[in-house]
């Protein structure tokens, strides 16, 4: 079946330090890849998506590439700031399925600091 | 920005009661999902729901579950009764089409702690 796989958290971070979050998973076809992002006391954000190989989604200064070669979609942000700190979490939804359910990974805490 | 809402936002119950989750859609939205996440662990699927009908439910939908759209703004979840381990957050999600690359929104979710 299918499934992601992220990194175990927290990542701990101070401002304006890089972010990778890295995220793999197992699919048969080509599924569409999303970042979801939960910040305290709140439900569950998209943060960007990607939909195909190659496609790069990008979104309040995050991005995420989606690789086949490596079935990766790994989350990178150049330069965090405090109220970045969340739960992200990677996501995949099937090719070609009506009513999709999403298949999510772990989710990874980031927690950065002044 | 249209958002899902769900209420209430915190519930507690003994074990063996029923209860019910409600959740408003994006209005123009047709598709309709329930997820759930135990303390500590992964954001589990449910059951989706198009066009009055479920179009596909996991195993943790046993005949203890239930959906239902009793009018044209509200989706609910019902659990017939409920036990220990059907404590979580429940996330409520709507999506405009059924496709896979069309996007879930999600609400703040029903903390549900059962006694």
């Known amino acids: 079946g299918n499934s992601v796989t992220q990194m175990e958290g927290p990542v701990t971070l101070s401002e304006e330090a890089f972010l990778t979050i890295n995220c793999t998973y197992t699919?048969?076809?080509?599924?569409?890849l999303f970042w979801y992002v939960q910040y305290p006391g709140e439900g569950l954000q998209l943060l960007l998506k990607?939909?195909?190989?190659?496609d790069k989604g990008s979104n309040k200064g995050f991005e995420a590439t989606y690789r086949k070669e490596t079935t990766s979609f790994h989350l990178e942000k150049g330069s965090v700031q405090v109220s970045d700190s969340a739960v992200y979490f990677c996501?995949?939804?099937?090719?070609?399925?009506?009513?999709?359910?999403?298949?999510f990974g772990g989710g990874t805490r980031v927690l950065v600091k002044p | 920005e249209p958002e899902v809402t769900q209420t209430p936002s915190h519930q507690v119950t003994q074990m063996g009661q029923e209860v019910i989750l409600r959740c408003v859609p994006i209005?123009?939205?047709?598709?309709f999902y329930w997820y759930r996440q135990i303390l500590g662990q992964k954001v589990e699927f449910l059951v989706s729901f198009y066009n009055n009908e479920i179009s596909e439910k996991s195993e943790i939908f046993d005949d203890q579950f239930s959906v239902e759209r009793p009018d044209g703004s509200n989706f609910t979840l019902k659990i017939r009764s409920t036990k220990l381990e059907d404590s979580a957050m429940y996330f409520c999600a709507s999506s405009e089409g059924g496709a896979g690359n069309q996007p879930q929104h999600f609400g703040d979710g029903t903390r549900l702690s059962i006694l």
């Open positions: 209005s123009n939205h047709l598709y």
């Open positions: 996501a995949l939804t099937r090719p070609q399925a009506a009513g999709n359910k999403l298949t």
């Open positions: 699919a048969t076809g080509y599924p569409s």
């Open positions: 990607a939909t195909k190989a190659d």
